[in-house]
Every structure is written in C-alpha cells, then in structure tokens.
C-alpha cells in the first residue's frame, strides 16, 4: 500500500510538471508573437495617373508687348480692363483726335485745289500748244512774223512748266493727305497681337503721347 501510495504522489508530481512546462512553452509562443495591425480597406477601381515635376523658375509669356500712343491727346474712350483677352486689331482706347480731323481734311482740301489746279494747267498747255501749231502755219504763210511765232513758243514752254509744277504740287498735297490720315488712324490705338491685358495704365482724361512721357498705356502677354 505504502508502495502505490508513492508511486501515485510520483505520477501527480509528472503531470504538475508537464501543465507547467506546456503553460511556460504558450506563454513564450504568445510573446514572440507579432500584434496586431489596423488596415483600411477600399473597393478597387480605375482612375487616372497624374505625373508632376516640381521646379523652381520665373514664369514669363511666350510672347508681350507694350502698347503705347505715337500721337499727343488726351484719351477719350478707353474699351478695356485688365485681365481681358484681345484678339489683334481689337479697340483698346481712343484718342481725342478732333485736331487731327481738322488736318486731315485741310489737306483733303489742299489736294483737291492741287488737282483743279492741275487740270487749268493742262488746259492752259493745250491751248499754248494749239497757238503754237497755229503761229507755225501761218509764219509758213508769210502772215505771221518771227515774233509771234516766238513768242507763241515761249507761251508753250511756260504752260508745259506750270503742267510739271502743278502736277509737283499734286502729289505734294496727296503726301499731306496721306500723312495726315495715317496721323489720324494712330488716334485709335488697337492691340497689335492676340492675348491678354496684363496691365492697364490710362483712364479717361489722361495726357497721353507727350515728349519724355510716353508711358504704355497696355501691357499685352500671349501665353
């Protein structure tokens, strides 16, 4: 009896042993085990890639201009603020250009009076000439003396010069009425290419064009 007693406390004792080694290996496993981690989850789909270079520079238009007045007036109508597109040839201001009208048609004027000028000349050259056939005829004839005749030869050089003179003055006074009408279309001041106002610097009222101050009135950038 003493003997299975003994050897029944034995067996307990292994199985006590073996609870606290099995215990000890999970409470090792359990340690070198990694914790847990929070994931998001999303529903797949297709989108579009964007690939950017981040740089360091200065941004500059591709094309710009200054647009400024080539005649003197103060400005009468302005068409444009800034950050506006233009297309070229559009209507930026425009100038007060009532003494440049006064111009343009005094020389209008001069260049009709040249050409009825010019055309009393041509009137004057064919009668001279006329007169001078006629006088040759009759020296020819024994009714004329060599005076008249001279003198009709003289008459029709100076007709033929004033013909060249008014035709001078002719083309003169369509060179005024040229330049004053190209002085006057520079009253409209207008983009010269397509884009946009960058910078406006004109109101209405303001002296534009002086000598020494012809600041632009528009800056215009094409991107």
């Known amino acids: 009896m003493k003997r299975a007693g003994l050897l029944f406390i034995l067996l307990l004792s292994l199985i006590a042993a073996g609870c606290r080694g099995g215990d000890a290996a999970n409470n090792a496993e359990q340690k070198s085990a990694r914790p ?17 270079v981040s740089v360091t520079g200065t941004l500059a238009p ?32 425009r100038i007060d250009s009532r003494e440049l009208e006064a111009t343009a048609k005094r020389a209008a004027a001069a260049l009709e009076s040249a050409k009825a000028s010019y055309l009393q000349s041509q009137a004057g050259d064919r009668r001279a000439t006329r007169e001078l056939e006629r006088m040759k005829k009759l020296k020819e004839a024994g009714l004329a003396t060599q005076q008249n005749l001279d003198d009709a030869m003289t008459e029709a050089e100076a007709s033929a010069s004033r013909v060249s003179a008014a035709r001078a003055q002719v083309e003169a006074a369509r060179e005024d009425c040229i330049q004053a009408k190209t002085r006057l279309s520079k009253g409209i001041i207008t983009s010269p290419i397509d884009g946009v106002v960058s910078l406006r610097r004109v109101n209405v009222g303001d002296l534009v064009g002086e000598m020494g101050m012809n600041m632009p009135l528009f800056h215009i950038v094409d991107n």
């Open 36 to 52: 847990p981690v929070a994931v998001e989850t999303a529903v797949a789909g297709a989108s579009q890639l964007i690939e950017a």
């Open 62 to 93: 591709k094309y710009e201009v200054d647009v400024k007045s080539e005649v003197v007036g103060v400005v009468r109508e302005v068409h444009v603020t800034e950050w506006v597109r233009v297309r070229k040839g559009a209507l930026l201001a």
